[in-house]
């Protein structure tokens, strides 16, 4: 069975940090596009970050650029997601998905699966 599945979220105060897993079950993580999302309550799914299958170059969303870093394990199929200087504005639940690759880019708005998976929640407050 594909699956993905994210962890790694819980409560932390403004300037505060977090590290995301989201492992892959039943297929070669390294052999796709990876981004990750999240839902503030009440909002639509944004697209934050996402990392290209094999070199793994990153991209971030402007809102997130110079806080966030993507990277993967290949040897432990999961891609993380490393969150420093946390602000309410970030509190949410947090996904990873497969995403489509655009020429040498990966793409934060185009996944490859309709669904969601579990997600991990986010939430920054003092």
């Known amino acids: 069975q594909v699956q993905l599945v994210e962890s790694g979220g819980g409560l932390v105060q403004p300037g505060g940090s977090l590290r995301l897993s989201c492992v892959g079950s039943g297929f070669t993580l390294e052999d796709y596009a990876i981004g990750w999302f999240r839902q503030a309550p009440g909002k639509d799914h944004e697209g934050i970050s996402c990392t290209t299958r094999g070199n793994g170059d990153p991209y971030y969303a402007d809102s997130v650029k110079g806080r966030f870093t993507i990277s993967r394990d290949n040897a432990k199929n999961t891609v993380y997601l490393q969150m420093n200087g946390l602000q309410p504005e970030d509190t949410g639940t947090y996904y990873c998905?497969?995403?489509?690759?655009?020429?040498?880019?990966?793409?934060?708005?185009?996944?490859?699966?309709?669904?969601w998976g579990q997600g991990t929640e986010v939430t920054v407050s003092s």
């Open positions: 998905a497969p995403v489509m690759t655009v020429g040498v880019m990966c793409s934060m708005d185009i996944r490859l699966r309709d669904d």
